[in-house]
């Protein structure tokens, strides 16, 4: 009964690779998260989604793709792995911001991506 | 801008003993939310708890006590009698009230709790 799950847990790649990782969210919230933490534990947000719809667009490259099917999935394509792109990526839940929902931020037990 | 400070980068304390981690913020919203998140060696992200700007109690919970000063603009977060499960990454983190608002985290403090 895992909240926030994704997938897969770990990934290696080679530089240049296109890669997708996988986030679901069984707690019925509308708001979807990406975020990176780099090698300094250092956590960022990349883009948040509400309700399949993009709300938070950080600078982020293009090779930087979020996709929402619906609003339990949130996933993340990156085109062209880039060594830089070593981080863990954690994805996050929240109930509807826009009607006023909680606050608070349920966190995936990240992906650990590393690129040779 | 908004920003958190964790001055705090390591921490090392023998079991049993209180430890404090201190947080600052700084933010021009008048109304604001804290968050004080648990990163384990694991690495999953836990939350802690989260505090409005306008509820300046104190919170327990269990070993976990908060201390809410907005005139200091300071979230410190205390564990009392410290075990060795306590061991993680603390984050500190900020975020308006808007649903545009972004949550900005502090750049965490490691706590190492030695048996």
């Known amino acids: 009964d895992t909240a926030v799950s994704q997938t897969p847990k770990y990934l290696v790649t080679q530089m240049g690779n296109d890669k997708s990782i996988k986030c679901e969210q069984n707690l019925g919230h509308d708001t979807m998260y990406w975020y990176k933490q780099d090698s300094k534990k250092f956590l960022k947000i990349m883009f948040s989604?509400?309700?399949?719809?993009?709300?938070i667009n950080e600078t982020v490259p293009n090779r930087f793709s979020p996709k929402s099917p619906d609003k339990a999935h949130l996933n993340l394509h990156i085109n062209s792995l880039e060594l830089g792109d070593s981080a863990v990526y954690f994805c996050?839940?929240?109930?509807?911001?826009?009607?006023?929902?909680?606050?608070?931020?349920?966190f995936g037990p990240g992906t650990r991506l590393l690129v040779l | 801008a908004q920003k958190v400070t964790q001055a705090q980068t390591e921490i090392s304390v023998v079991e049993k003993e209180d430890v404090t981690l201190d947080c600052v913020y700084e933010?021009?919203?008048?109304?604001?939310?804290l968050f004080w998140y648990k990163q384990p060696p694991s690495g999953e992200l836990v939350f802690l708890i989260r505090?409005?700007?306008?509820?300046?109690q104190n919170e327990i919970s269990g070993r976990y006590s908060w201390n809410f000063q907005k005139s200091t603009s300071s979230f410190n977060f205390t564990i009392t009698a410290s075990q060795v499960v306590d061991s993680a990454v603390y984050f500190c983190?900020?975020?308006?009230?808007?649903?545009?608002?972004?949550?900005?985290f502090g750049p965490g403090t490691s706590l190492s709790v030695i048996p």
């Open positions: 505090r409005n700007s306008f509820d300046e």
């Open positions: 989604y509400n309700n399949k719809e993009l709300i």
């Open positions: 933010t021009r919203d008048t109304t604001y939310y």
């Open positions: 996050a839940s929240s109930q509807d911001l826009f009607r006023g929902g909680e606050e608070t931020q349920y």
């Open positions: 983190a900020l975020k308006g009230i808007t649903s545009y608002d972004k949550v900005i």
